[in-house]
């Protein structure tokens, strides 16, 4: 059973940086299409930044410029850095890695 694993939330000012990583075991990352979502208070989970096995990212309109997201093939980590942050990300963040698995969730609040 792969059980990824989230860490690097946090409390922070608007305008800060945080980056997130999310590890797994077993070699999955390189296979498939690696994510991470966001929840909000009161809100549906979404979809922030996605990376293919080919490496292809996506983005967010909403983080498009802030955010970005990488992959550590041999660390078997994918990253989310974020940057410029804004009361508005604030939201437990959570991996999907090997097309599946979920994190637990990491707690990210941004202050004004």
């Known amino acids: 059973q792969v059980q990824p694993v989230e860490s690097g939330g946090g409390l922070v000012q608007a305008g800060g940086s945080l980056r997130l990583s999310c590890t797994a075991s077993g070699n999955i990352f390189t296979r498939y299409t690696n994510a991470w979502y966001r929840q909000a208070p009161g809100k549906e989970r979404e979809l922030v930044a996605s990376i293919t096995s080919g490496g292809t990212t996506w983005l967010a309109t909403s983080v498009k410029g802030r955010f970005t997201i990488a992959r550590d093939n041999a660390k078997n980590t994918v990253a989310l850095q974020m940057n410029s942050l804004a009361p508005e990300d604030t939201a437990v963040y959570y991996c999907?890695?090997?097309?599946?698995?979920w994190g637990q969730g990491t707690q990210v609040t941004v202050s004004s």
């Open positions: 999907r890695v090997g097309g599946k698995y």
